[in-house]
């Protein structure tokens, strides 16, 4: 069975930084891209950050851009999302899918995508 796994997550001030992992399991990792999204109350979900399956080409949304780093590392099944600066409205539960790809300015999943349970962050002072 396909499973993700988010870690990392917690309650940081405005300008601090966390990194979150997503440890996989059940499947061929190396063959799928690897996105972050995240939902904040009361929103959609948005998608945040995609990784190709090497890790060669890396994708984020304007909002994260040069704040945020997606990497990879397949040998141990996992990715990660570094985040620096975080801001306020950063503060959202994140998640993990397999199959992420980019439309414009929009990361989002193919139809049958797995995800994790998700992982909080939370930005306050």
């Known amino acids: 069975q396909v499973q993700l796994v988010e870690s990392g997550g917690g309650l940081v001030q405005p300008g601090g930084s966390l990194r979150l992992s997503c440890a996989a399991s059940?499947?061929?990792?190396?063959?799928?891209?690897i996105g972050w999204f995240r939902q904040a109350p009361g929103k959609e979900r948005e998608g945040v950050s995609c990784?190709?399956?090497?890790?060669?080409?890396?994708y984020y949304v304007d909002s994260v851009k040069g704040r945020f780093t997606i990497s990879r590392d397949n040998a141990k099944n996992t990715v990660y999302l570094q985040m620096n600066s975080l801001k306020p409205e950063d503060t959202a539960v994140y998640y993990c899918?397999?199959?992420?790809?980019?439309?414009?300015?929009?990361?989002?999943?193919?139809?049958?995508?797995?995800w994790g349970q998700g992982t909080q962050v939370t930005v306050s002072s």
């Open positions: 899918a397999t199959d992420c790809y980019y439309r414009g300015v929009v990361v989002t999943t193919r139809p049958f995508a797995s």
């Open positions: 059940g499947f061929n990792f190396d063959y799928y891209a």
């Open positions: 990784i190709s399956t090497s890790g060669s080409s890396t």
